[in-house]
């Protein structure tokens, strides 16, 4: 049976990611930040060493976007020098490592979906320190895959689809920024496909893109959420993103092409509506 460490158990992919690769069978052991800080390279070593597992699926993120802005240094310890940590455990443990990136290693001046290579050019310190544990990860000489995502939602955790859902009770309009591009995924989904790359693993060390298909900008994202969720008491108002001041600056277009994942693993999520309306059907109409 493969033993996978689950690091970042507790998040909002986390959990979905315990549930799907329970289901299929695999000895895993969950760690989040009370049971192994990846920060701390001795705490990494202590837990990993005693667990020796054929994969470490990192998870674990300092994940708040305009939080690091302040917090860059709290930021760069978990997304970078953390993934450092995982990576050298790694290599001495002989484990493979399944890391989590995210689209905002890219800078969004690209019109037309990003590829795994193109060139990244993070604008917030979150890209910057994202960008950071993929360098450390590749550099190391541990074995991996990296999949970088975007947009994600989920049961577990803070997240667009639920705040659109919150608002959209207690206002009759919100508004939402309309110029900004990219793939929201369902972290259920997300969770499923990265199973099935543990199990169709071809060994290679690679980044992949995978988020549901399709895209779309925030203001029809939501728009999406209140016709599914049927709060369509509440206006979606487009507004422009300078209209909307935040610590951390966004990609204009972040969609990221899923070509790479279908060729060499025959893996293809659903259609980013599709995915909502599933999410809806999870976790029920009223139940937020
Ligand atoms: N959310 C998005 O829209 C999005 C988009 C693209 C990519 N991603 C990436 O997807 C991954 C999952 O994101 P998510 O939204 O599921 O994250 P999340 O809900 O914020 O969960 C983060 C997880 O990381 C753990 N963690 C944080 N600091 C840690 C530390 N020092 N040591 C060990 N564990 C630590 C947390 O544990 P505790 O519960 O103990 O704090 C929690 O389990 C991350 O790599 C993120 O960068 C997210």
Redesign the pocket.
């Known amino acids: 049976m493969l033993k996978i460490a689950l ?8 959990i979905d990611l315990n549930a799907a690769l329970k289901g299929v069978n695999f000895l895993v052991k969950n ?4 049971n ?5 390279p001795k705490t990494v070593n202590e837990a990993l060493g005693v667990f020796k597992p054929d994969y470490i699926i ?7 976007v305009d939080g690091a802005e302040i917090e860059k240094e709290k930021a760069e ?3 970078s020098a ?1 993934v450092q940590n995982l990576a050298d455990a790694a290599l001495s443990l002989g484990s493979r490592i399944v ?6 290693v890219f800078d969004g001046s690209k019109k037309t979906p990003y590829t795994e290579d193109d060139i990244t050019n993070p604008i917030n310190e ?1 890209g910057i320190s ?1 960008l950071g544990g993929e360098e450390a990860l590749k550099n190391s000489g541990a074995s991996y895959i990296i999949l ?7 049961k ?5 689809v639920n705040t659109i859902l919150k608002l959209a009770d207690s206002k009759k309009r919100i508004e939402v920024v309309e110029d900004q591009f990219g793939c929201p ?1 369902y ?1 259920k989904d997300a969770a499923y496909a990265i199973s099935e790359i543990i199990i169709k693993d071809n060994s290679k060390n690679e980044i992949y893109n995978l988020t549901n298909g399709g895209y779309t900008s925030w203001y029809k994202f939501a728009v999406e959420i209140v016709n599914v969720f049927k709060r369509t008491n509440c206006e979606i108002i487009p507004v422009s993103s300078d209209k909307v001041a935040r610590p951390a600056k966004r990609p204009a277009c972040s969609i990221l092409d899923n070509s790479k994942i279908k060729e060499d693993y025959n893996i293809e999520l659903r259609n980013w509506k599709d995915a909502l309306k599933k999410y809806c059907n999870d976790i029920g109409y009223f139940i937020i």
Request: hydrophobic share 30%; net charge positive; proline share 0%.
């Open positions: 690091i970042g158990s507790t998040g909002m992919l986390g760690y989040n930040s009370k192994l800080d990846i920060a701390d990192n998870s674990a993120a300092y994940t708040n310890a978990v997304n953390g890391h989590i990136s995210t689209d905002y979150y994202k970088r995502t975007s947009w994600l939602y989920g577990n955790g803070k997240n667009f995924t972290t």
